[in-house]
């Protein structure tokens, strides 16, 4: 089992900054890649980016390309999203997830509970 929990979330103007971060207890963070997905009210969750076990690999939806960056750190167990020229379509909850590299919710066994990211125009 993996136990994951999201900080960093919050109420920001657009063209603002956050960083997300997400903790990871239980079994050994290396051995998973890790992704970040949102969920915005009255849509189905999708894909933001997603980060390979060592780091070396990332890879990120169309919409957020070049404003948000995925990074770890595994002597923490932790990885993070820095978003970065942020907009009110970028309203949603946030989860992160441990699982194997790729895009589809469906590779992904563990999840976060989420964290509120809400941009005002």
């Known amino acids: 089992q993996v136990q994951l929990v999201e900080s960093g979330g919050g109420l920001v103007q657009a063209g603002d900054s956050l960083r997300l971060s997400c903790a990871a207890s239980?079994?050994?963070?290396?051995?998973?890649?890790m992704g970040w997905f949102r969920q915005a009210p009255g849509k189905e969750r999708e894909f933001v980016a997603t980060?390979?076990?060592?780091?070396?690999?990332?890879y990120y939806a169309d919409s957020v390309k070049g404003r948000f960056t995925i990074s770890r750190d595994n002597a923490k167990n932790t990885v993070y999203l820095q978003m970065n020229s942020l907009k009110p379509e970028d309203t949603a909850v946030y989860y992160c997830?441990?699982?194997?590299?790729?895009?589809?919710?469906?590779?992904?066994?563990?999840w976060g509970q989420g964290t509120q990211v809400t941009v005002s125009s």
């Open positions: 980060i390979s076990r060592s780091g070396g690999g990332t």
């Open positions: 997830a441990a699982g194997r590299y790729g895009s589809s919710s469906e590779q992904y066994d563990y």
């Open positions: 239980g079994r050994t963070f290396s051995w998973y890649s």
